[in-house]
């Protein structure tokens, strides 16, 4: 079982917003800001899109967006395009023994 | 170009070794923290290991945890993953990856090497 939860699928049409979310506990999310987002395509390398909560590396769409709130951590795609279906995955620091944990993945279908 | 290129994987016996190499370049390698991260055949992304920009400090997921061992030569731009005790549930698709500076993000990622543990 991952550390942090995300549903397993998400949909949306395009043109239309999306949210995935990301929850864990006050040991990773909640207790720093240290959430990242990935995305990765059918055989292809994990793409960093967010990361310290918010921060947009540099030619990342401005189409994703993230936040947290408690315990739980968001990423949103707004004006959803075919080629952002993918699979996400969220990842924070934790204060566990083990320093990084990843979320399950949520798979993007933009219908 | 900035690039992280990993090899050293292949077939190898349950309880057996292997070392896994990334070699990085088009960046100043020995200014920032490395990666292991490791994908296992149709599941998600699975944190391995940490290493700190001198080598100084490393970390490890509890479930490679005395079994792998991670390092870096900043004078060859390498780093390493060394495997032992090798299980079924090490197959994996193995990535190196460089960490944003004050960040936990992965910001270049290597292709990955496929490390297929079985007899």
């Known amino acids: 079982q991952s550390a942090l939860t995300q549903p397993a699928s998400v949909s949306g049409s395009p043109g239309q917003s999306i949210t995935i979310s990301c929850t864990g506990t006050s040991s990773d999310v909640g207790g720093y800001n240290y959430v990242s987002w990935y995305q990765q395509h059918p055989g292809k390398t994990p793409k960093l899109m967010i990361y310290g909560v918010s921060n947009r590396p540099s030619g990342v769409s401005n189409r994703f967006s993230a936040s947290k709130s408690g315990n739980t951590a968001s990423l949103t795609i707004s004006g959803l395009q075919a080629e952002d279906e993918a699979d996400y995955y969220c990842s924070s620091y934790t204060s566990s023994s083990t320093p990084v944990v990843f979320g399950g993945g949520t798979k993007l279908t933009v219908l | 170009e900035v690039q992280l290129v990993e090899s050293g994987g292949g077939l190898v016996q349950p309880g057996g070794s292997l070392r896994l190499s990334c070699a990085a370049s088009g960046f100043t390698f020995s200014s920032y923290a490395m990666n292991w991260v490791r994908q296992a055949p149709g599941k998600g992304l699975e944190y391995v290991s940490t290493?700190?920009?001198?080598?100084?400090?490393?970390y490890y997921a509890n479930s490679v945890k005395g079994r792998f061992t991670i390092s870096r030569d900043n004078s060859k731009n390498t780093l390493y993953l060394q495997m032992g005790s090798l299980r079924a549930e090490d197959t994996a698709v193995y990535y190196c990856?460089?960490?944003?500076?004050?960040?936990?993000?992965?910001?270049?990622w290597g292709q990955g090497t496929m490390v297929t543990v079985s007899s």
């Open positions: 990856a460089r960490r944003v500076p004050y960040s936990y993000g992965l910001d270049i």
């Open positions: 290493i700190s920009s001198n080598g100084g400090s490393t």
